[in-house]
């Protein structure tokens, strides 16, 4: 065990962190454009900008990168938006009844 204690698992934890963080924005985009449509890019924006500016100022450098890899997805999620977007025209996802802008 005490071969246990000598390791360092922070880097497999934020790789988990990393691929649940993808898994959560995936359901968050599809929701987004759902209720939104595309104009919520703005958003994901605004988040990437917070998240990027906490991570540049935050000491730690495990939080700091846990920071930047939720910037960046915010940054992706902008594409994924307008992607989005074309998956509802094509009928791979359900179109909202309630919006007219597809």
């Known amino acids: 065990m005490d071969f246990l204690s000598e390791l360092q698992f922070s880097g497999l934890l934020l ?7 993808i898994g ?4 968050i985009v599809i929701k987004a454009e759902y209720y939104f449509g595309v104009k919520c890019w703005w958003a994901f ?5 917070v998240f990027g500016i906490i991570s540049v ?7 700091s990168s846990l920071l930047g890899v939720l910037a960046f997805s915010c940054l992706w999620s902008i594409i994924e938006v307008f992607e989005q977007r074309n998956r509802v025209r094509k009928g791979w996802f359900p179109k909202n009844p309630k919006r007219t802008d597809y």
Do not use: K, R
Request: net charge neutral; hydrophobic share 65%; charged share 0%.
């Open 15 to 21: 790789g988990l962190l990393t691929f649940l963080t």
């Open 24 to 27: 959560v924005f995936h359901p």
């Open 45 to 49: 924006l605004l988040a990437a900008i």
């Open 57 to 63: 100022s935050v000491s730690s450098l495990f939080i």
